[in-house]
């Protein structure tokens, strides 16, 4: 059956201001939540995040996810200590339902102390419209009922790209929902299959599919919830009237994921309802994020460096620049003064074409993020990294060599992923004092003092012409 209602994406929609805004400056508007966070996930996607460079995400305001490509161990302890980890679904059951050792079945919450007051954890799977979630997740829900003084669980799933999916979700216990299949750039599911719902519009039939039927069941308790809905489970305040729900319902938040290509996407995305969006390409763009570091040869003039090599030595977990000359060699001698840096010395192993040795700098991780370091590298170097789909061959392959298999054990399948060499353009702090920026001037245009507000499904949208698309300035 052919819906032949337009569905639309979001570059073709734009906000509509309010009549009148009573905000006399977009500094009075607040673009984060009540834990501090702007509303953005990264991507559980190894080219963006991992667990070396979560912290530079949690840092700027944004949450971290650990993709699922991490050493299994790794992401348990992460997940004791509060952090979002993706779990394959079968890895998911094993740490909250089953985990069975030395004959004993026990799970995460047996080895929870009271100091552990909250667990998240991403079911991280291509098809979030399979049954068995449902089913595991129910499992769980009861698991976490039968220990009444352990922390709480928040659970992610998805990927989702029918918006009746959200009410199975809040029926099953699920707390976020990641809408789309096939959007991301690094996703290659839509041409391989022809699954997709046009981003703008899932959003926004999901959120009207979830506000309807909250409505409907909830009242005027619906407005409460929706007001506390990242900070606690509803059961908290369950009235006998609303058991028919099921004693496992959650009020459901929407996230946003893939094909967030610019800030004003973030904020029609927002607009149109999202609770949070999620971002993994744009991430892989900033200098912090998780990869390998790339860098292509540069000639400039006699003052500039002819930049050779950058590599990171997983031995030693620093970053090596190996040039020639260096480029505002005052202003990176003032950073070496200002953060303690390695200075610049040459190198003996490494010579230019006239057999005179280059100069190596060499950087750690943390010393690469801070903001200072990472701009001065952007604008000296020509780096780039390695971003990939988690269905990608280059994920496949990473995550055989975690699980210790050979080349020859590896099956790869069918690729609906693809990779790409990105240019590095900014750090963190760039991207996201720009993004809270925008985000204040779109909540100012409609105002909207918070996100609860600018969120809310209310704010007015128009649908753009051809001719708009073709005469209003891009970046």
Known sequence: MIDTTPKY????????????????SRSQCNPYYKDGNLP???????????????????????????????????????????????????????????????GVIYNIFDECTEDIKQLNALIDVANGHMQRILDVVKKVREVEREHKMKPKLFIMAGNVANP???????????????????????????????????????????????????????GESFIY????????????????????????????????????KSFADVNVALALGADYVMIGGL????????????CKSRKGNEDEALTVSAYNDENDGKYHFICDTILSQA???????????????????????????????????????????????????DLYKLSFGMSSVEAQKERAEMLGKSESEL??????????????????????????WYLRDAMSYCNCWNLRDFCSGKVKLVINSQGVKNTVNHI
Request: hydrophobic share 35%; charged share 25%; net charge negative.
């Open 283 to 294: 991430f892989s763009e900033c200098i912090e994020s998780a990869g390998t570091l790339l």
């Open 164 to 218: 009746e999916t959200i009410i199975s979700y809040m029926k099953a216990g699920i707390d976020y929902c990641r809408l789309d299949i096939g959007g991301g750039s690094r996703c290659l599911t839509t041409p391989c299959t022809g699954v997709h719902y046009p981003l703008a519009s899932l959003v926004q039939d999901t959120w009207q599919v979830r506000d309807e039927y909250c409505k409907k069941w909830l």
């Open 225 to 260: 919830l929706k007001e506390h809905a990242a900070s606690f489970n509803v059961q908290e305040r369950w009235s006998e009237s609303y058991k028919e729900l099921g004693e496992d319902f959650r009020l459901t938040q929407i996230i946003a994921d893939g094909g967030i």
């Open 9 to 24: 994406t979001y570059c073709d929609l734009n906000i509509v201001p309010a009549v009148i805004s009573n905000i006399g």
């Open 411 to 436: 099956i790869l399948k069918p690729t609906e992923g693809k990779s790409e060499t990105v240019k590095l353009k900014t750090t963190l702090k760039q991207w996201t004092d720009l993004c809270s």
């Open 40 to 102: 953005i996930f990264t991507a559980p996607m190894s080219s963006v995040c991992d667990d070396k460079t979560y912290k530079y995400f949690q840092k700027n305001h944004i949450i971290p996810i650990i993709h699922r490509n991490v050493p299994f161990e790794t992401r348990y302890q992460l997940t004791l200590n509060g952090f979002w980890c993706a779990w394959t679904l079968d890895e998911f059951e094993q740490v909250f339902y089953k985990n069975k050792t030395d």
């Open 331 to 381: 202003y990176y001698n003032a950073l070496v003064t200002k953060y303690h840096l390695d200075t610049i010395k040459r190198s003996d192993t490494h010579y230019n074409q006239f057999m005179e040795k280059r100069y190596e700098i060499t950087l750690t991780r943390d010393q690469i993020a801070i903001p200072e370091v990472g701009e001065w590298l952007i604008n000296t170097f």
